[in-house]
């Protein structure tokens, strides 16, 4: 028998023991649509064969030679071309699945809070490690500036000044020279911080300062260093000079 698809309209031809008695579900090879094909419907019976009397010869009579009639040839019709029998992989019982069942997802969802939570802790021993090669590697009067308590502690180390010197240049401007000396009365080793110089007016409000670096950062116990700077044309007001180390109240 001829099966053809409902969707594509390609046409089968297979036996029909392939379908049965009882018909069976099939699917196209080309468009993979699935559909019920009934079972061909049986072939009738063939009539009994009507036999003619024979008739009654009233006389033997010579009859002619008659010759035998040719068999009429029917023109071939024409035929649409058949596509060869199906394999059993292109008529097959349809699978049992459901086609409208929900698919799985092609992709996990990522997660982007593990992924913040990740970047904060690196930005953190970030600023960890920062803060400690400042503490250790020198600069705590940065620290103090940025508000951070670190190396605020008060030294054991001491600091003496000398008088002041002002003096006037050729040039008309004035020289303002500080020196002094940095000792250690403790029994340890001591990391020698910047010093801080700042000057006050008759109110006590600073109107300079400045920052003065030591010639050496670590000095032994019992040991001094000595220390000086000049500036040039500080302000008339000033009246009083306070020396500190940078992170400490000044004196």
């Known amino acids: 028998m001829i099966l053809e698809c409902p969707e594509c309209s390609t046409r089968y031809l297979v036996p029909d023991s392939a379908i049965g008695t009882e018909g069976r579900t099939v699917r196209c090879a080309n468009c993979r649509h699935s559909w019920f094909q009934d079972p ?9 064969p009507v036999v003619d009397p024979m008739p009654a010869f009233e006389s ?10 040719r068999p009429a040839f029917l023109e071939p019709a024409a035929i649409p071309p058949v596509r060869p029998a199906a394999t059993a992989e292109s008529v097959l019982p349809a699978p049992d699945y459901d086609a409208f069942a929900p698919r799985p ?15 904060a802790v690196l930005a953190g021993l970030l600023m960890i490690a920062g803060v400690a090669a400042i503490v250790f590697l020198g600069a705590p009067g940065l620290l103090a500036r940025i508000g951070l308590p670190i190396g605020a502690q008060e030294s054991p180390l001491r600091l003496k ?7 006037g ?7 303002f020279a500080v020196s002094g000396q940095v000792s250690n009365p403790s029994t340890e ?3 020698v911080p910047d010093i801080r110089a700042e000057l006050r007016d008759a109110q006590g409000r600073i109107v300079y300062s400045w920052t003065i670096t030591p ?33 400490e109240a000044a004196n």
């Open 60 to 69: 033997a009579q010579p009859v002619a030679a008659v010759e035998p009639e």
């Open 161 to 167: 000044d000398n008088p002041i010197e002002r003096r």
């Open 40 to 48: 061909p419907p049986p072939e009738p019976a063939p009539p009994p």
């Open 215 to 247: 010639q050496q950062r670590t000095l032994n116990p019992g040991g001094t260093i000595d220390f000086n700077s000049a500036k040039l044309d500080v302000p008339a007001n000033s009246k009083r000079l306070e020396l500190s180390f940078a992170g």
């Open 105 to 119: 997802p092609f992709r996990p969802r990522r997660n982007t809070s593990k992924r913040w939570t990740v970047i």
């Open 169 to 175: 240049l050729e040039n008309g401007s004035e020289l």
């Open 189 to 191: 080793r001591q990391r």
